[in-house]
């Protein structure tokens, strides 16, 4: 039962030392040895037990923490802060040109210019569309 114990140790400690590295080695290094503690404390022999740490955690680094790594990496694919305004609508509030205006973009009101110079002032409670958001100022373009 003091084999059990060791991997058991050994285990959590591979685990809390995974939230240093981030890099998803020694968790599953860490789930191995739980593995090899479980088989410890079924089987009590030392050889079946390293068998079945050995094969878990390479079964686990080349199976599962690919798929982890990609997961993770990959993000969530939802726009976030000002790139979530770019291509959303707003309605504006004080007229708007190529110099200034202001828009009301999601119940937040953002100063705001035309997209082109030659384009006529654009007149308040008009729907218009963030064209990209330079600085603190929306760039728009009228609803087509």
Do not use: C
Not at 6 to 17: C, S
């Amino acid at each position: 039962m003091a084999a059990a114990l060791i991997w058991l140790i050994i285990g959590i400690v591979l685990m809390i030392a995974e939230v240093i590295s981030g890099d998803f080695v020694l968790i599953m290094l860490g789930v191995g040895a739980l593995l090899g503690a479980g088989s410890e404390a079924l089987t009590g022999n030392i050889y079946i037990d390293v068998a079945v740490f050995a094969v878990s955690s390479v079964g686990l680094l080349a199976l599962v923490r690919p798929a982890l790594k990609r997961r993770f990496l990959s993000g969530s694919g939802v726009p976030t802060g000002i790139d979530a305004l770019v291509g959303a609508r707003a309605v504006v509030v004080s007229t708007v040109d190529y110099d200034a205006g202001q828009v009301k973009i999601g119940g937040e009101v953002w100063s705001a210019r035309a997209v082109h110079e030659s384009q006529p002032p654009i007149a308040p409670g008009t729907s218009v569309t963030v064209v990209e958001i330079s600085g603190a100022t929306a760039v728009v373009d009228i609803v087509s």
